[in-house]
């Protein structure tokens, strides 16, 4: 019988600590897996042999993994590794070194959690084992990104907890900046460099009443002028115009718009001072209309609140830990997870995927999702994240905060 | 019997509205009040007649009441209006308006729920009410800042459920910040011009484990120097140093340490680049230090998130303007209400006094709850928020995001 391992990867996120904890409960409920190890910084932990007992540490039932599965950011500890291609014999050091710390631990499965980069590395091992031979282990890849932007599943673990954190961000501060009768913009930049479903889930305060007035996504062309007109326009309507872009909108010709506002500015040290989407289009707004104006971004807290959780997602991002145990036992490998959602009820179930499938590809947000006049979102739109950020667990708190899972 | 009417001012908190739900739950109990208006947009409103049927519109048991307790920012709408002196001849046309409506509507008691301004303006009202032939109507303000620098007072309306978003929000950011092993630095901005309560809240993690390695006051003068050295020694601890900043912090010689970097710093509209206090750390972190380092405030949603709210906060917030309601009919007039505050167990109760007392007088963070290096908070400090931020209400959710109270 062989043993498991599980490392996390890339940025936090408020639910890839679901994911784990439904590894660890399927592995430690599984006949067919001898001990499970937690990569600690996922393949730096592999490689420096930094590796915790995992059955061990959650074989007591006293309320961890139910805390675990509520903990934002990554408990094992993340890196950002990008293994050399497979075929760079100078650097294949590093993959016997990976294999040998495998084979040592008497490793079968190989669960990795995280972003493009971790599926890269999960596609590379699981190419490579055969050579190292090691054709035997199992490599399966979860995907866990707050950008949504992963191809061939209908949405990604994390997703909905900051599309949930944004969407009620956002009515908050639509409530705030209705209260006074003075003209004014203000401008809420959203994360997502390359496309924009966070920044659509800004919209969905909508449904209840209030909403931005425009919603710019970098899947379309930004215009200087097109904008100007749509804050005169809406300044008819009332006076306290709100927007929501994204940090990745970009001009026809392919620049940033948030690097559009660089050439000369530079602060006492001498920096380039980088404005950023929301900055640039409050100087817009500052020069073309002269009324009040402000903007500031949702920044880390946005992928990492803890207390803003969506049910739905962290169900999910349990659910899809689980089920990658299952389909590792099943036989597959070289695979990552992906949601295949199903209506009425809303409910997603899992399959796997070969992980060449979605390598280097974005899933950027449909035109149907978009309205004409490419400033705003859909109802369509609104429908397909609703179910996503549906539902809210029951919190513990200590302190008068949430209470969170240390691995000690 | 006389009409009553209740206006709310100055900036939106996440409490103001259970503070407006206080004072129409008592007054439409009352026998001694009328009608209760709302005034729209505070003086504004009086002035331009725009004023509601509150009894009318909430005398329905329909849960309206209960969900304009949980709804942020202010129901009424706000306005930032500051009365002219009370001896300014030339300009008392003002006040002549304001007791005619007052008047014309059979109004005895007003109520005045806001910030500094809004209690100047219950003060002025006050003071004239007899030049006018108003001298029976009686004044109340009932103060709200998330700020908490007002004296007199425990801690104010508005506090808790602003300081409970950002010591959860830093914990969440400390969870994110610690997943990676490179040497990195981490700034959080956060509100309080004049005084460090809001940036204290920030410390609160402490208690559950994690803790920002530092946390900078406005009570306690910038020194570069030191920043740079605690910031070295917190690296020989961990990689990951995270600091909470007050976006009020100044240097010895009283200058703002946010302002500080603006000398030549300009865009490309030719626009003055303000940093900000966080900011300017950064910059000083990359020049001293140059590690990785990235700062952010926590702006906007600080003050009027409305899914991390206070149940302390929330029902003291209601209880002060119920408070405030049997006060006016026990014949105050020209005071504010403040919270008394008992221990073991915790608790509040209310009393009135003299606006005059508090007048443009700022309560800072007073030095037991900052440590001897000034570049902390004690535990004391700690004690005293703790309270303030505990409970959580349930909140009732529609399409995922928190259901709001909205006057048509």
């Known amino acids: 019988m062989y043993n498991a391992i599980v490392g996390q990867s890339g940025g936090p996120t408020a639910a890839i600590n679901a994911t784990l904890a439904g590894v660890i409960t399927a592995a430690v409920e599984s006949p067919n897996i001898g001990t499970l190890f937690g990569a600690q910084n996922g393949i730096e932990g592999i490689l420096d042999n930094r590796m915790l007992d995992l059955g061990k540490m959650f074989e007591k039932d006293d309320g961890s993994i139910d805390l675990l599965k509520l903990t934002p950011a990554a408990a094992l500890g993340s890196c950002r590794i990008k293994l050399p291609a497979i075929d760079d014999k100078e650097k294949s050091d590093v993959y016997r070194r990976i294999f040998d710390r495998l084979k040592e631990n008497n490793i079968g499965y190989f669960f990795y959690i995280g972003g493009n980069d971790s599926m890269d590395t999960v596609d590379k091992l699981s190419a490579l084992a055969e050579d190292y031979g090691a054709g035997y282990m199992r490599f399966i890849g979860v995907p866990k990104t707050i ?15 900051a599309a949930k954190y944004i969407a009620a961000t956002m009515q908050s501060i639509l409530y705030d900046c209705a209260v006074y009768t003075v003209k004014s913009v203000t401008i809420v930049e959203i994360m997502g460099r390359d496309s924009g479903w966070l920044t659509c889930s800004a919209a969905v305060p909508r449904l209840n009443g209030m909403a931005p007035d425009y919603v710019y996504l970098p899947e379309v062309p930004f215009s200087t002028d097109k904008f100007v007109s749509d804050i005169k326009k809406a300044h008819k309507i009332h006076p306290n115009v709100v927007v929501a872009v994204s940090e990745g909108i970009r001009f026809a010709d392919g620049r940033y718009v948030g690097e559009s506002n660089q050439n000369g500015a530079t602060d006492v040290f001498g920096h380039k001072y980088l404005a950023g989407a929301g900055k640039t289009l409050e100087m817009i707004v500052k020069n073309e209309i002269g009324c009040k104006v402000r903007s500031f971004d949702l920044s880390l807290p946005q992928r990492c609140a803890s207390f803003a959780l969506s049910q739905t997602d962290i ?19 070289g695979v990552f997870i992906t949601y295949v959602r199903h209506e009425s009820p809303y409910r997603v179930t899992y399959k796997p995927i070969k992980i060449d499938k979605v390598a280097n590809r974005v899933k950027q947000v449909p035109s149907d999702f978009i309205n004409a006049e490419g400033n705003n979102v859909t109802d369509a739109c609104i429908d397909y994240i609703v179910p996503l950020i549906s539902g809210q667990p029951k919190i513990e708190y200590l302190n008068g905060i949430p209470a969170h899972y240390k691995i000690k």
């Open 315 to 333: 169900d999910e991002s349990f659910g899809v830990g689980r089920f990658a145990v299952e389909a590792a036992i099943d036989g597959e490998s």
């Open 147 to 161: 950008d949504n932007d992963i191809c061939e599943t209908d949405h990604t673990p994390g997703y909905g907890s």
